[in-house]
C-alpha cells in the first residue's frame, strides 16, 4: 500500500474510533435490568430500569421514563468517577492526534519540512493508540463492576446487563487503535526509505571528468613522492656503505704510518751557515733576474730591425 493511502486510511480509522467513544459516552443505558414478563394468558406489566454515567432511568410499558441525575462530582461512586476521568482523557488525547496527524500527513501542505511532518505523525499514532487504550480502560472498568454485582449471591435487588454503548465504545477503541497503527507504520516505511535506500545521485560528465582527473593527478603525486623517498633513502644508503668503506683503509693506513720507523732527525746547522745560504740565494737569483731582463732587450731589438727591413722591402 502507497504511504500517502496508509495515512489516509489511518486518519479515516482513527477519527471514527474517537467518534464512537464520545457518542458511547453520551449514550444511555450503559447497563440495564428488565422486570416483568408474559405469564400465561395474563399480560403482566414491563418495566427496565437503566443507568449512565450521568442519570439512572426506569421506562415502563407506556414508554413514560422517570429519571435521577447523579448529583456533584464527589458524590458519585468511586468507578464512576474513574471511568469519567478515563474516557474524558482518552478523548482528549484523540483530539491531539487528529490536529497532529493533519499537520503531518503528506496530503496535507502545512507542517513544514519532511522531517517535522514525520515526527506530527508519529507523534499522532502514538497518541491515538494510547487514547484507545484509555478509553477501553474505562469501559473494562464499567464492565468488571457490572458482572461482579450480576454474580454476587449476596447482593439483593436488580441484576444489571451490560448495555449496548460498551460495545460500541470498545468497537470504536479497537478501529482508533488501528488508526494509530496505521500511522506509526507509515512513518517507520518512511524512515527505512530515507536512511536504508539511499538514493544514487547522478554526477554529470563534466565533473566526472575533474574527479577522475584529480585522482589521477593525486595517484601520480603520491608515485613521485614515494619515489623520491626511496631515492632519498637510497642515495643515504650508498653514501653511508661508501663512507664506511673509505674510512677502513684511512684506518688502515694510518695504522701501517704509524707501525713505520721513525726517521733520526737531521742535526742542526748553526745559523750563521743558514743566514750565509740564504744571502748567496737572494744574490744569484737577482743576478739571473738582470741577465733574463738583458737578454728580453737584445731580442725585442732584434726583432724589431728584422720588421723594418721586411716593411721596406714591402714598399719597393
Not at 3 to 20: A, K, Y
Not at 115 to 121: C, D, F, I, P
Not at 128 to 134: E, P, Q, R
Not at 246 to 263: F, G
Request: glycine content about 8%.
Amino acid at each position: 500500500m502507497n504511504i500517502r493511502t496508509m495515512q489516509v486510511w489511518g486518519f479515516l480509522l482513527s477519527v471514527t474510533g474517537w467518534i464512537f467513544v464520545s457518542c458511547s459516552m453520551a449514550m444511555e443505558a450503559w447497563k440495564v435490568a428488565p422486570i416483568g414478563g408474559v405469564g400465561g394468558s395474563n399480560i403482566i406489566s414491563v418495566g427496565w430500569h437503566w443507568s449512565s454515567l450521568w442519570r439512572e432511568c426506569f421506562t415502563d410499558s407506556a414508554s413514560t421514563t422517570r429519571c435521577y441525575d447523579f448529583p456533584v462530582l464527589w458524590a458519585v461512586k468511586g468507578y464512576l468517577q474513574i471511568v469519567r476521568a478515563l474516557l474524558m482523557a482518552g478523548m482528549g488525547v484523540g483530539v491531539l492526534a487528529i490536529i497532529l496527524s493533519l499537520v503531518g500527513m503528506e496530503c496535507t501542505y502545512i507542517g513544514g519540512n519532511d522531517n517535522e511532518k514525520n515526527r506530527s505523525v508519529r507523534a499522532a499514532g502514538i497518541c491515538h493508540v494510547s487514547g484507545g487504550l484509555l478509553a477501553s480502560a474505562g469501559y473494562a472498568v464499567y464492565a468488571e463492576r457490572i458482572y461482579t454485582e450480576y454474580y454476587n449471591p449476596t447482593i439483593a435487588g436488580l441484576q444489571y446487563e451490560l448495555g449496548v454503548p460498551l460495545f460500541l465504545g470498545w468497537s470504536g477503541c479497537a478501529v482508533q487503535i488501528t488508526g494509530g497503527a496505521f500511522f506509526l507504520v507509515s512513518v517507520s516505511r518512511l524512515s527505512s526509505q530515507t536512511y536504508i535506500h539511499v538514493p544514487t545521485l547522478s554526477v554529470p560528465v563534466v565533473e566526472a571528468n575533474a574527479l577522475r582527473s584529480s585522482r589521477t593527478n593525486i595517484s601520480i603525486i603520491s608515485e613521485h613522492s614515494t619515489n623520491s623517498k626511496t631515492s632519498a633513502v637510497s642515495a643515504l644508503s650508498s653514501k653511508s656503505e661508501i663512507t664506511a668503506v673509505s674510512k677502513a683503509p684511512s684506518k688502515k693506513s694510518r695504522a701501517s704510518r704509524s707501525e713505520r720507523p721513525s726517521r733520526p732527525r737531521r742535526s742542526d746547522k748553526p745559523r750563521d751557515s743558514v743566514r750565509s745560504e740564504v744571502s748567496e740565494s737572494v744574490s744569484f737569483s737577482r743576478s739571473s733576474g738582470t741577465s733574463r731582463q738583458h737578454i728580453n732587450n737584445k731580442a725585442s731589438s732584434t726583432s724589431r730591425g728584422t720588421s723594418r727591413q721586411f716593411i721596406k722591402s714591402s714598399y719597393l
